[in-house]
């Protein structure tokens, strides 16, 4: 099946854990668009929780890549309002969120940098300023952060 995904020419990733509030940002925004958007049949979508790096790793491998990659998750950047929605490059993540886009064997190799430097590959990262992230399990999101969901999934509509 992960083969297959890699087919099309355009995957959308939504990283998170959703036991841990806003940080399931990316997976509620890859829910939304697959229950109420009807995808042009070129465009993967896939919740990735906190599996990315083995996918970014085996799309780091196959002949068959797409030719743009948005990676939707959240992030702590201060001086941001919980709820905005902006993008990142990936020479901004920020530092706590490189370890997930790395592999921790190779700490110097971070995957996506890699993507974007040796392939044609676009890769954008949309994020969201999560409200808080709970120390102890705790589902669901912030209202600032479920707001943001229809944000994200516009800008992603309105990109492709």
Same mark, same amino acid.
Request: overall charge negative.
């Given at each position: 099946?992960?083969? %297959?995904?890699?087919? #099309?020419?355009?995957?959308? !990733?939504?990283?998170?854990?959703?036991?841990?509030?806003?940080?399931?940002?990316?997976?509620?925004?890859?829910?939304?668009?697959?229950?109420?958007?009807?995808?042009?049949?070129? &465009?993967? &979508?896939?919740?990735?929780?906190?599996?990315?790096?083995?996918?970014? !790793?085996?799309?780091?491998? /196959?002949? *068959?890549?797409?030719?743009?990659?948005?990676?939707?998750?959240? &992030?702590?950047?201060?001086? #941001?309002?919980?709820?905005?929605? !902006?993008?990142?490059?990936? %020479?901004?993540?920020?530092? #706590? *969120?490189?370890?997930?886009?790395?592999?921790?064997?190779?700490?110097?190799?971070?995957?996506? #940098?890699?993507? *974007?430097?040796?392939?044609?590959?676009?890769?954008?990262?949309?994020?969201?300023?999560?409200? /808080?992230?709970?120390?102890?399990?705790?589902?669901?999101?912030?209202?600032?952060?479920?707001?943001?969901?229809?944000?994200?999934?516009?800008?992603?509509?309105?990109?492709?």
């Amino acid at each position: 099946m992960m083969h %297959d995904l890699f087919d #099309k020419s355009v995957l959308i !990733f939504g990283c998170g854990n959703i036991l841990f509030g806003d940080d399931g940002f990316g997976p509620a925004v890859v829910s939304r668009l697959q229950e109420h958007y009807l995808l042009p049949p070129e &465009v993967g &979508v896939m919740n990735v929780g906190t599996s990315i790096r083995d996918i970014l !790793f085996n799309l780091a491998l /196959s002949e *068959k890549r797409p030719s743009r990659l948005i990676i939707v998750d959240a &992030v702590d950047e201060s001086g #941001k309002p919980p709820g905005e929605v !902006f993008e990142i490059s990936v %020479d901004e993540i920020p530092l #706590k *969120k490189t370890a997930d886009f790395s592999l921790h064997q190779f700490p110097t190799v971070n995957i996506l #940098k890699e993507l *974007k430097d040796h392939t044609n590959m676009d890769i954008c990262i949309l994020v969201a300023q999560v409200d /808080s992230i709970p120390e102890e399990v705790s589902p669901g999101l912030s209202p600032s952060m479920e707001t943001a969901i229809n944000t994200a999934c516009e800008r992603i509509i309105n990109s492709l």
